[in-house]
Nanobody, 128 residues
């Protein structure tokens, strides 16, 4: 079992930055790929970013590439999402997820069904 708790969300103006944090506990954190997803009102949950267990690979949605950065601190069981140049369309609830299905250090999945555990989410609102 893995527990994931997100924090760092809030209300910001367009162009500003936020850093989301996700604290993990339970099963060995360093064995899991980690991802961030988001869900805007009336829309499906979508992939944002992922990082492999060794941090040797990261993947990003096209909509956030070059603006968002995912990174992790395995000794502290933490994963982060640095969000720069925020836009109103980034407004959503952001979810942290852990996936244990990979067998190599480059596994950084982008699909929801590849993740086994989810946090409860943190709201990010970007005003124009």
């Amino acid at each position: 079992q893995v527990q994931l708790v997100e924090s760092g969300g809030g209300l910001v103006q367009a162009g500003n930055s936020l850093r989301l944090s996700c604290a993990a506990s339970g099963r060995t954190f360093s064995s899991s790929a980690m991802g961030w997803f988001r869900q805007a009102p009336g829309k499906e949950r979508e992939f944002v970013a992922a990082i492999s267990r060794s941090a040797m690979r990261t993947n990003y949605a096209d909509s956030v590439k070059d603006r968002f950065t995912i990174f992790r601190d395995n000794p502290r069981n933490m994963v982060y999402l640095q969000m720069n140049s925020l836009k109103p369309e980034d407004t959503a609830v952001y979810y942290c997820a852990a996936g244990f299905g990979g067998t190599n250090y480059y596994y950084a999945p982008t699909r929801r069904h590849e993740y086994d555990y989810w946090g409860q989410g943190t709201q990010v609102t970007v005003s124009s």
